[in-house]
């Protein structure tokens, strides 16, 4: 009998998660086939399914097999796979953590070693691969090639969840954008990837780390974790007030970095006006489609700003982001930043109170997992 597994599938029509069982793929001599014990809900997951950036003629998409924040156990693995990607014994039941795209490994980003711009990088849609393959269902497929780490054995799959996105897309944005000792960082949005971006450069030695969101929550649980500074928009309603407020926080220099982590044209617009003469603006937000932003490019150009655009990330950073969650466990809350966990059969629970713009939304809510 084949084994058979539940998967999410996102429907665009009456806007819901569906259940479906689908067979669990048998692994080819290179692969590995992941029973997936955790998977967090990504704010672009709720980009995704909000429809930002669509219109009423869009095209109906999908059904979609989505979920990306994950972890899991191996559950079968190919005659040819005998370690991780750090040479270390793997068997079948070990705990482990994984890129969720596949660098091709042949094309021309590839042999550069840019394995996060591999255009071939995609998991196959649902369309094309009918198995359970996916974050939100219970097993996730590895093609060939694959990268693969031994999940570190003093955290749980729920603060391993996010290491899977969330702040390996923020330390890969760092690394490119390089905060250096003593440079103020404005953070945007203190979601859990501002969280994450509050640590990283408070350890990668900022100066001021100032964050700004508007929820005060959030922004007590940055100031827990590296945050110098907070705003709340809600208190400093004006764009140009804010702008003000750092370059006077910043004694009129202006912030070193701007990360952007919120995704929405406003915002950018705003940040790129935080920056000092030729500092830096790394924009990692902007997930949905048609987000314009209006900026004069001679400001750009006058005040030498230099914009960095990121997505994905190469694959070295995950056990990297692993040391760092064990080694400040005891010195940022890092590792509890979820704070709601849903039954897989609950998604549409979960996606409703998770989604910060809904109806539903559950403001309590910091990381919300599924756990299939
Ligand atoms: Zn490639
Ligand atoms: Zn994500």
């Given at each position: 009998?084949?084994?058979?597994?539940?998967?999410?599938?996102?429907?665009?029509?009456?806007?819901?998660?569906?259940?479906?069982?689908?067979?669990?793929?048998?692994?080819?001599?290179?692969?590995?086939?992941?029973?997936?014990?955790?998977?967090?809900?990504?704010?672009?997951?709720?980009?995704?399914?909000?429809?930002?950036?669509?219109?009423?003629?869009?095209?109906?998409?999908?059904?979609?097999?989505?979920?990306?924040?994950?972890?899991?156990?191996?559950?079968?693995?190919?005659?040819?796979?005998?370690?991780?990607?750090?040479?270390?014994?793997?068997?079948?039941?070990?705990?482990?953590?994984?890129?969720?795209?596949?660098?091709?490994?042949?094309c021309y980003n590839c042999i550069k070693g840019e394995f996060g711009a591999c255009k071939y990088r995609s998991r196959i849609p649902y369309q094309d691969f009918k198995y359970c393959n996916s974050g939100f269902s219970q097993y996730y497929v590895l093609r060939s090639p694959h990268f693969i780490f031994h999940s570190p054995k003093s955290l749980n799959d729920e603060s391993l969840v996010s290491l899977n996105c969330a702040l390996a897309q923020v330390v890969e944005a760092f690394n490119f954008g390089k905060v250096n000792f003593g440079d103020n960082v404005v953070i945007q949005g203190a979601g859990a990837l501002g969280i994450y971006a509050t640590a990283v450069a408070r350890s990668m030695g900022a100066n001021e780390v100032i964050v700004i969101d508007g929820h005060d929550s959030r922004l007590k649980l940055a100031e827990k974790c590296g945050a110098s500074k907070t705003i709340n928009i809600s208190e400093i309603q004006s764009s140009d007030e804010r702008i003000e407020y750092i370059y006077d926080y910043t004694n009129g220099i202006g912030a070193d970095i701007v990360i952007e982590l919120v995704g929405f044209p406003a915002v950018v617009e705003e940040g790129l006006k935080m920056v000092r003469m030729r500092g830096k603006y790394l924009e990692i937000g902007s997930i949905a489609p048609n987000s314009f932003i209006n900026v004069d490019t001679n400001f750009l150009v006058s005040n030498q700003i230099r914009m960095m655009n990121f997505q994905h990330y190469d694959p070295w950073i995950l056990p990297k982001c692993a040391d760092f969650l064990e080694r400040t466990k005891s010195e940022y809350p890092l590792t509890s930043l979820v704070s709601h966990k849903f039954k897989l059969e609950d998604i549409n629970e979960a996606f409703q109170k998770s989604d910060w713009l809904g109806e539903h939304a559950d403001k309590s809510i910091t990381r919300a997992v599924i756990l299939p």
């Open positions: 009998m084949t084994e058979s597994g539940l998967t999410g599938l996102w429907y665009d029509k009456p806007k819901k998660w569906e259940l479906v069982e689908l067979p669990v793929y048998k692994p080819d001599d290179d692969e590995i086939v992941i029973r997936v014990t955790a998977t967090g809900i990504c704010g672009s997951d709720l980009h995704v399914t909000r429809g930002d950036g669509r219109d009423k003629n869009s095209p109906e998409r999908g059904p979609l097999a989505m979920g990306h924040e994950m972890t899991g156990i191996v559950h079968s693995m190919g005659k040819k796979v005998k370690t991780d990607s750090l040479k270390k014994p793997l068997k079948e039941g070990d705990r482990v953590i994984f890129p969720f795209f596949f660098p091709c490994m042949s």
